[in-house]
């Protein structure tokens, strides 16, 4: 099965700087890459994918950059602000090319601190 | 629904006792997952319901662990003789499958159960 690691656990950065937060997995077979956002009290919720045909995706504030010969990506969050203080899972998973399905493992997330 | 639905939000229960959970997916997804989140941690596979096959179990920790989805759509997640360990929110997600070849949208989730076992 997949083994994924996510570091940092924890990240505190100032308002308005930059955070980044690093998933390596191991499954090669892998060409999904999600992030999630959970807030306190709520279920996660997808902010960013990339599929492996894609090197890096940007969408406002957000970007992910993957590396698929060192099998990790990245998130990266600019200009961060107290809302993005949540915790974030990556999830790498290989597609299931037949009968549909998707089953992801979940990085042990990272806590994300923005101070003012 | 516009989003997932979990009830109840929070159940607390006796050890010992039996709990079912429910979850109530996004109308039209054909595929519904739940996940175990214990506090501090990430998120642990359960099962998966996709579309009239059979379901994957493989993550369910043991035979106290069931779940069934009724008519495509609403799943339940019962827990039987329920232990101090099973304690954790529950985790439902459902998500659309199309052409599994060229699109996958993610999950959605749902705000979760907390379960506390006494």
């Known amino acids: 099965g997949e083994n994924v690691e996510q570091h940092p656990s924890t990240l505190s950065v100032q308002e308005g700087d930059s955070a980044v937060i690093k998933c390596t997995y191991s499954?090669?077979?892998?060409?999904?890459f999600p992030w999630y956002k959970q807030e306190l009290g709520k279920g996660p919720q997808l902010i960013i994918d990339i599929r492996s045909n894609v090197g890096e995706k940007k969408d406002q504030r957000i970007a992910v950059t993957l590396n698929k010969t060192a099998k990790h990506f990245s998130l990266h969050i600019t200009e961060t602000q107290p809302e993005d203080s949540a915790v974030y899972f990556c999830?790498?998973?290989?597609?299931?090319?037949?009968?549909?399905?998707?089953?992801?493992?979940f990085g042990t997330g990272t806590q994300l601190k923005v101070e003012l | 629904g516009a989003g997932v639905s979990q009830s109840p939000s929070n159940k607390v229960t006796e050890k010992g006792k039996d709990v079912e959970l429910r979850c109530d997916p996004i109308?039209?997804?054909?595929?519904l997952y739940w996940y175990r989140q214990s506090l501090g941690q990430g998120l642990e596979f359960l099962i998966y319901f996709q579309g009239n096959s059979a379901p994957d179990k493989s993550g369910l920790p043991s035979d106290r662990f069931s779940a069934e989805r009724t008519g495509g759509s609403v799943s339940t997640l019962t827990i039987q003789r329920t232990q101090q360990e099973d304690s954790a929110v529950y985790l439902c997600?459902?998500?659309?499958?199309?052409?599994?070849?060229?699109?996958?949208?993610?999950?959605?989730f749902g705000s979760g159960t907390r379960l506390t076992v006494v």
């Open positions: 499954d090669s077979a892998s060409n999904y």
């Open positions: 109308s039209g997804h054909t595929a």
């Open positions: 999830a790498p998973s290989p597609r299931i090319l037949t009968g549909g399905g998707n089953k992801l493992t």
């Open positions: 997600a459902s998500s659309l499958q199309s052409d599994p070849k060229t699109s996958f949208d993610g999950y959605t």
